[in-house]
């Protein structure tokens, strides 16, 4: 194994490591201006950057969370002392990792479908965000199921794109989070959602074997297999744990060091039981690879909603992603439990 790779093997497996997944704060200007929105805080630099110090500086994040996913704002940002985001990142054994998609377009000639863009120029990016510190990057691929759709044209060119930034990343050194997201929007059945997350990954596997990407050098980033937030019938969160995991048995080749699933819109509870459930489960069947988190709204709402800008809130919002981070790295091996969800109240 060349030293590269095994570089990249050793950054992969850090960020799977057991008890430990990954804080996704990697939210673009106008969709983290969304989410201070939400809690009446101006989207302006500075608020976004009091936010992201307000997360990164939570006191012993480290013991929960591997790596944290950055946005190209951020990751050229410094905390109030004046330390860069990435090197106070790093001072806490977190990795410091960047978002280099520039997000999802319309696919030309399918309404309703979209294309993740931002290969071109993504040779010389990566070689900056290299140097600027991180060691790891996310791009996410966005399929919508309903009527018609997807089509073969629209998983096609999301699964190439996929690969040929996992590709560029491995050359830079950077280990590529594979993120393809089926979304939860929809009133299709868990069943179909089976369908075409399987059909989703297959693809995206293939892709990636296709560009040459080594496998031991990645993070999966999937979603669940969940019902459609509109469907009538909700289903246990049991089933969902069982579908998930038979969907990444179908698909997930053994080489790869770890799965960290996005929330994707569920609740927090619900992405922690989830996750809870899939580990217990895994402890009777012997799985290749580890299963964690990478969440940015299951971990990060309750902290959010409990800053709303105050700075006089924000150990309670530190302590509030504590939580949430402590809650699903449990849950991570499987040792999620009612008490351990109360033990802030307490
Ligand atoms: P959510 O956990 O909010 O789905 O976000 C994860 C992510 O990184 C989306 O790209």
Redesign the pocket.
């Known amino acids: 194994m060349t030293n590269k790779i095994q570089q990249l093997v050793e950054t992969a497996h850090a960020l799977v490591a057991p008890g430990k997944g990954i804080l ?1 704060m ?1 939210e673009s200007n106008p969709t983290c201006g969304k989410r201070l929105a939400s809690v009446d805080v101006e989207n302006s630099e500075d608020n976004r950057r009091a936010y992201r110090e307000l997360l990164l500086t939570a006191p012993g994040l480290g013991d929960y969370i591997s790596g944290a ?1 950055l946005y190209d704002e951020t990751l050229r940002q410094s905390a109030s002392d004046g330390t860069a985001f990435p090197e106070l990142a790093r001072e806490r054994g977190i990795i410091p990792g960047i ?1 280099v998609d520039t997000g999802a377009k319309d696919l030309a000639g399918h309404p309703g479908e979209k294309v993740t863009e931002g290969l071109d120029g993504l040779r010389e990016r990566l070689a900056e965000y290299s140097d600027l510190g991180a060691r790891f990057a ?1 791009w ?1 691929a966005v399929i919508t199921i309903g009527d018609g759709i997807p089509s073969r044209a629209c998983l096609e060119a999301n699964a190439h794109a996929l690969a040929r930034y996992a590709a560029l990343c491995q050359e830079a050194g950077l280990v590529p989070i594979v ?1 393809p ?1 089926v979304l939860l929007d929809g009133d299709h059945s868990i069943e179909r959602c089976f369908e075409i997350t399987r059909e989703t990954q297959n693809r995206v596997f293939s892709q990636l074997y296709r560009q040459g990407v080594e496998l031991p050098g990645i993070v999966l ?1 999937p ?1 669940m297999v969940l019902p459609g937030k509109d469907h009538s019938k909700q289903t246990t969160p049991e089933r969902v744990a069982e579908e998930t995991l038979r969907c990444l048995r179908n698909t997930v080749p053994a080489a790869v060091p770890g799965v960290a ?6 609740s927090d509870l619900e ?1 922690t039981e989830h996750l809870n459930l899939m580990n217990k489960q895994a402890k009777k069947m012997q799985l290749p690879w580890r299963v964690t ?8 709402h309750v902290a959010l909603t409990t800053w709303r800008g105050d700075k006089a809130k924000l150990d309670d919002a530190q302590q509030a992603l504590l939580h949430r981070a402590k809650c699903n790295s449990a849950a991570s091996r499987g040792e999620y439990n009612d008490r351990l969800e109360h033990e802030l109240a307490a």
């Open positions: 996704a990697d996913i978002k996310k996410r993120e997201e980033k979603s699933f996005l929330s994707g819109g569920q992405a988190f990478s969440y940015a709204r299951a971990l990060q």
